[in-house]
């Protein structure tokens, strides 16, 4: 009954398809444009940092600047659900920038099924999402990773805390990135040697998963993997 009183007071329309939704909306895309277009990454990536990679097989699978740098990350394994394009960069941008609750649940039923693969793969035995300020917080009123598992039906535990004052990742350069994050995650409670499943909404340098990472082994994690709704391309 809400449901239909919203559907009439606030028409949503599919941004692919321009189709009114009603009923089981997504406040993003219709139910066919959603499942067309929300769509897995399920090429080759770079073992290091995740970069989707055009390979032959049995090409090298890193990616050049994984080589050039002989980049490092504190997380052992990354795998992440979409490329940050198309809908999957809507519907997340729907949800941080215009708070549309809703799609977190909708982007969580789509990814849970490769989350879960990657969990039982690594053996992961905690989900920890990246944390947000206080101050992020009370801004946005809600933690969108943390929505984005619920959705999935995953539990977590909040294991880290990070700083107030961080700027955010997205209003800044490559280079700046690493610095503005650096040493900006810190441990709320001890691990066990847990293999730890860290979960983000993007991936982009990987700055932000490798503090994190950092600070999770400080807390006492024996590993950590990394998984992504998307990886920024
Ligand atoms: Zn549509
Ligand atoms: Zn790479």
């Not at 009954?1 to 009603?22: A, N």
């Not at 067309?36 to 073992?47: D, L, Q, R």
């Amino acid at each position: 009954m809400l449901g239909i009183l919203l559907d009439l007071l606030f028409p949503g329309y599919c941004l692919v398809c321009g189709k009114l939704l009603l009923g089981s909306h997504h406040f993003v895309a219709c139910s066919d444009c959603w499942k067309e277009h929300f769509a897995p990454y399920s090429g080759v990536k770079c073992k290091t940092c995740g970069y989707p990679l055009k390979l032959k097989p049995g090409s090298f699978p890193y990616c050049r600047e994984c080589v050039e740098t002989g980049k490092h990350f504190e997380f052992k394994g990354v795998d992440y659900f979409g490329l940050y394009d198309g809908l999957v960069e809507i519907a997340i941008r729907e949800l941080k920038q215009k708070k549309l609750l809703p799609v977190a649940g909708e982007i969580g039923k789509s990814i849970r099924g490769r989350l879960l693969n990657f969990i039982h793969r690594t053996e992961a035995n905690l989900v920890v999402p990246v944390p947000e300020s206080k101050e992020m917080l009370k801004e946005r009123g809600f933690s969108p990773v943390e929505e984005i598992l619920k959705g999935a039906g995953i539990q977590f535990r909040r294991v880290l805390g990070k700083k107030e004052g961080i700027m955010k990742q997205s209003l800044l350069g490559k280079r700046e990135r690493r610095k503005n994050v650096k040493d900006a995650f810190y441990p709320l409670t001890g691990l066990n040697g847990d293999t730890v499943l860290l979960f983000d909404d993007i991936l982009t340098t990987g700055a932000t998963a490798d503090e994190c990472a950092k600070a999770l082994k400080e807390a006492g994690a024996r590993e950590v993997y990394l998984f992504t709704v998307a990886r920024s391309v």
